[in-house]
């Protein structure tokens, strides 16, 4: 991505529920850029839930999500971000609206939702890592120096 767009200082992360996707992408951003963002994560709706499969494939790699609490983009105290994330469609759009009358870019990561995902733990977890290692790999990528 050399060349692509300008480094952000303070980067939101959205996704419908704050329970899964954008807790997990602001945690990796806060451990691989941990002095040079300001990362925050927030959903659309404000119903969600922590998620124990998401607690868990962090705790793999030492990171500790499992005292997040969900909230929505109306729940926000700061909202001077130079970028927001989103990763989900109905996030996407609803950054688009904001960005109407606030001054921050947005940019569209298609993201899984793994709470879909089907089958015995072990693959629901494989779910979860592929989601997991799919944002540490965007995020290296975006906002390394």
């Known amino acids: 991505m050399s060349g692509a767009a300008a480094r952000p200082g303070a980067v939101l992360f959205v996704c419908r529920q704050n329970a899964v996707r954008s807790p997990m992408a ?3 951003a806060r451990h691989y850029f941990p002095k040079s963002l300001y990362v925050r994560s927030a959903g659309v709706v404000d119903d969600g839930e922590p998620d124990p499969f998401a607690v868990a494939v962090m705790d793999e790699l030492g990171l500790d999500i499992s005292k997040h609490h969900p909230r929505s983009l109306e729940e926000l105290a700061d909202t001077s971000f ?19 009358t606030q001054a921050f870019d947005v940019e569209y990561w298609p993201t899984p939702d793994p709470t879909v995902t089907t089958g015995s733990r072990s693959q629901i977890l494989d779910a979860y890592r592929s989601v997991r290692d799919g944002l540490a790999n965007r995020i290296k990528t975006r906002f390394a120096p």
């Open 82 to 100: 130079d970028l927001v994330v989103t990763l989900a469609p109905e996030a996407h759009h609803r950054a688009l609206e904001m960005a109407r």
């Open 26 to 28: 602001a945690e990796l």
